[in-house]
């Protein structure tokens, strides 16, 4: 009786029985085995970010963005990240989603900055998609597209504007990663993604981001930050329902940018701005007096207007596209990009 009190009791000691009574595990070995087992109850978030070009600098924001996002995520088991490059380039995008679908990421960070068919493959591998162009595209399932502006809408506008102008103007410059509107001296004006934000919670994680990695908080970098946490949403609900589900559920979440819009919302009237240089070339009489008209009609000053809000409609060409002028050949009040506009 005794030898058997020892041997019931010593195990106790060292080991713990699982299963079957001829099955035991030293608590050593329990101790890696639970590890592994709260690694693999970890979510898997795939990122396809443009590392290699055009900006390393932009991609690293990003990251930093998204990687202090992840501190807010409740509990031990914090989601991983796997990354992988795009290049900015549709085609290596689409190749970085088939790889993310090979490694089974539970959801997908992408389009910052190309829009192809890598969501059409990750939406047959019932993987959704956080798209972040700036650009969104009508009628994705599976998707949470953060973008406020008609696929194609940007250039549209800006081809009538350089045929009522005479002007060069692009609709397709950095602005579109970085949110800068910034000029060269190849053109004469740019149209460029307005970042609306809501305040109180941008300078709450701003003032976060600056402690965290000593550096200002940049758009991208705000990018970053609202990409996960609208992942990190997706996956609080996930956990107990079905992807559809949850992603229907998680198209209610707000961000720092506000609420996630919604896949038919039409684009603010200040989703674009129009930039122009400070010293445009010469124009011909009716070139001025289309000009004159497009600030008059789309500046910040026009009447009843407001920096929020955008100008009324006033029957002129240009009414219904959603931009705002500013820059060369406006009041003073409009000289300046918008930087960030407060919701």
């Known amino acids: 009786m005794r030898m058997r009190v ?3 009791v010593r195990p106790l000691s060292g080991w713990i029985r699982l299963g079957r009574p001829s099955t035991w595990v030293g608590l050593a070995g329990l101790t890696g085995l639970m590890g592994l087992m709260g690694a693999a109850q970890a979510a898997t978030i795939g990122v396809i970010l443009p590392g290699s070009w055009p900006s390393q600098q932009q991609a690293e924001a990003l990251q930093q963005g998204m990687t202090l996002a992840l501190k807010t995520w409740p ?11 795009s290049a900015c380039d549709a085609r290596k995008a689409e190749a970085a989603a088939n790889e993310l679908i090979q490694a089974k990421v539970d959801i997908v960070l992408g389009n910052w900055c190309e829009i192809g068919n890598g969501a059409d493959h990750l939406k047959a591998a019932g993987i959704p998609l956080v798209s972040n162009n700036a650009e969104r595209v009508q009628g994705k399932d599976l998707q949470l597209q953060l973008g406020r502006i008609e696929l194609y809408a940007a250039e549209r506008i800006a081809t009538e504007l350089r045929r009522e102008t005479g002007l060069r103007i692009s609709a397709r410059t950095s602005c579109w990663l970085d949110f800068e509107a910034t000029l060269n001296e190849r053109v ?3 149209l460029c993604p307005v970042m609306a934000v809501d305040k109180t919670r941008w300078e709450q994680v701003a003032n976060t981001y600056t402690a965290a990695f000593r550096k200002p908080f940049t758009p991208s970098a705000a990018r970053g930050y609202a990409a996960m946490e609208v992942a990190l949403n997706y996956l609080r609900r996930a956990k107990a329902g079905k992807a559809a589900v949850a ?3 998680t198209q209610a979440t707000s961000t720092l940018f506000g609420p996630v819009p919604a ?5 603010p009237a200040t989703a674009l701005q129009l930039v122009f240089a400070p010293h445009l070339p010469k124009l011909s009489p009716q070139q001025a007096q289309t000009m004159d008209k497009l600030v008059k009609s789309k500046g910040c000053g026009c009447p009843g207007g407001t920096l929020r809000d955008g100008c009324p409609k006033d029957g002129s060409p240009w009414s219904d596209m959603p931009f705002v002028v500013r820059g060369g050949g406006t009041p003073a009040a409009c000289s300046a990009a918008i930087g960030v506009l407060e919701l």
């Not at 509990?75 to 490059?85: F, N, S």
């Open 6 to 8: 020892a041997q019931a």
């Open 247 to 249: 992603l229907r559920d």
């Open 188 to 190: 004469d004006a740019v």
């Open 263 to 267: 896949s038919d919302a039409p684009a």
């Open 75 to 85: 509990g031990d088991a914090v989601p991983t990240l796997v990354i992988k490059d």
